[in-house]
């Protein structure tokens, strides 16, 4: 029954928090490997959490995927929060347009009726390219608004499946084979022990940034995930973790 349900969440979530060390965590039922609406209510679930946490005038920087999708997806306006503010966490990380940060954060501000603003960083420049770029005016100011954000929101990925999805040049998918990378977050690839193994190269929110940003709250769910939510958390204890039941009784061991 309903109960029992809320009760094995609540019960999932506690043990959670103590094998991770992380003072927040929200779990949902079902294993979104198996059903796609399990990715939605991971997105509502996300959702709540944000306006729990934001006042108005906030900048949120989100990063790309199709979790963070669905979290925009589920985004609702708020009468109270009428001036929030969504930009892209980083530049371009070779996703399709659907999964990439701009596109989310534009329909997280549509959804909420927020405001945005767009970083046009490619993925693939030159040296000289990136460097002129990141001085333009236009860019310089974007990249200001989201070092002083005050919420991120980012999903977390197996480390082999964001490079193969990214289609990572060779040199760079023997090094986080090489150095056997399990997590992948924000353009870093983690091994098991959460440390950073590789980084793709790109502007906005460096790891190094986020002990500075009051709210961080990662998406991931699906058992298939277990492995890399593990690992990244080991450096996030003051993160929230948002997942699924699939993914925390696999890394529970249940
Ligand atoms: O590429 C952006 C990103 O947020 C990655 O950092 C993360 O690993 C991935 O997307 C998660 O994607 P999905 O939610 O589709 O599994």
């Known amino acids: 029954d309903v109960m029992r349900e809320v009760l094995g969440l609540k019960d999932l979530e506690t043990k959670l928090k103590q094998k991770l060390h992380v003072e927040e965590v929200i779990v949902v039922a079902g294993d979104s490997d198996l059903s796609p609406w399990?990715?939605?209510?991971?997105?509502?679930?996300?959702?709540?959490?944000m306006k729990e946490r934001l006042a108005n005038g906030d900048i949120v920087a989100v990063t790309g995927g199709t979790t963070m999708a669905a979290v925009a997806e589920m985004m609702t306006p708020d009468a109270k929060l009428n001036d929030l503010l969504f930009v892209p966490?980083?530049?371009?990380?070779?996703?399709?347009?659907?999964?990439?940060?701009?596109?989310?954060?534009?329909?997280?501000?549509?959804?909420?009726?927020?405001?945005?603003?767009?970083?046009?960083?490619?993925?693939?420049?030159?040296?000289?390219?990136?460097e002129s770029l990141i001085e333009?005016?236009?860019?310089?100011?974007?990249?200001?608004?989201?070092?002083?954000?005050?919420?991120?929101?980012?999903?977390?990925?197996?480390?082999?499946?964001?490079?193969?999805?990214?289609?990572?040049?060779?040199?760079?998918?023997?090094?986080?084979?090489?150095?056997?990378?399990v997590a992948e977050a924000f353009g870093y690839y983690f091994n098991e022990k959460g440390e950073v193994v590789h980084k793709v190269k790109t502007v906005g929110i460096q790891l190094e940034d986020l002990p500075r940003v009051e709210h961080v709250i990662a998406v991931a769910g699906g058992s298939s995930k277990a492995k890399a939510i593990q690992a990244y958390m080991k450096?996030?204890?003051?993160?929230?973790?948002?997942?699924?039941?699939?993914?925390?009784?696999?890394?529970?061991g249940e």
Do not use: F, W
């Not at 310089?140 to 289609?167: F, P």
């Not at 450096?235 to 529970?252: N, P």
């Open 89 to 130: 966490a980083r530049g371009g990380l070779g996703e399709n347009v659907e999964n990439q940060a701009n596109t989310i954060c534009a329909k997280m501000a549509e959804k909420s009726l927020g405001n945005y603003r767009l970083l046009h960083v490619p993925d693939h420049l030159s040296r000289e390219a990136y």
């Open 38 to 49: 399990v990715k939605k209510e991971m997105g509502r679930a996300c959702a709540t959490c």
């Open 235 to 252: 450096r996030a204890h003051h993160s929230i973790l948002i997942t699924d039941e699939g993914a925390a009784k696999a890394l529970l």
């Open 136 to 181: 333009e005016p236009t860019v310089k100011e974007v990249l200001e608004l989201i070092k002083s954000c005050r919420m991120v929101v980012h999903g977390i990925g197996d480390a082999i499946t964001m490079a193969e999805r990214r289609k990572t040049p060779n040199e760079d998918m023997e090094k986080i084979q090489a150095r056997h990378a």
